[in-house]
């Protein structure tokens, strides 16, 4: 099975905070898993476009954006005190007060 990443962080800490959670499920499917990294989510997209992984970190973004595209199905969702939670943050430039547009 292969699992993407976006790394946050360098490929070492990527796999550092994933390798157990990826061993746990590769033993839960008693299948093994291959962890596949990327640098963005658009790169992962283009994984699922080539039908190249199975299973992805992504977050409500590129979930959003590519769940027609793709069939995304969301297998888990992350609870805080037993609720969904999301909490990202707009930053902006202070001198325009717009934000910087889209890759």
Do not use: W
Not at 9 to 30: C, M, Q
Not at 70 to 93: D, E
């Amino acid at each position: 099975m292969r699992v993407a990443v976006a790394a946050m962080f360098s490929p070492r800490e990527t796999f550092n905070h994933y390798h157990r959670l990826l061993a746990y499920i590769g033993r839960g499917i008693d299948r093994p898993i291959r962890l596949v990294q990327r640098k963005t989510y658009g790169e992962i997209n283009a994984l699922f476009a080539g039908r190249q992984l199975d299973l992805a970190f992504i977050c409500s973004g590129p979930y959003a954006g590519g769940g027609s595209r793709f069939g995304f199905q969301a297998l888990a969702v992350p609870q805080i005190q037993g609720r969904t939670f999301y909490q990202a943050y707009l930053i902006v430039n202070r001198k325009t007060g717009t934000p910087p547009s889209s890759p």
